[in-house]
């Protein structure tokens, strides 16, 4: 899906803008998903170090 149903941001928006419309777009468009899991190799977001 080339476009986020929640918020109608697009996958070409987020190219030209370098702004998400909303968080669920990290899952429903496909093409974001992987440019992100190319850009950090699988790693995941563990939080922030020292958070009490």
Known sequence: ???CPYCNTTYNEILQTGF???SRCY???EELKIAIEKMY???THKGKK???
């Open 1 to 3: 899906m080339k476009v």
């Open 20 to 22: 998400v419309g909303c």
């Open 27 to 29: 899952q429903e468009i």
């Open 41 to 43: 190799c699988g790693k």
């Open 50 to 52: 020292g958070k009490n």
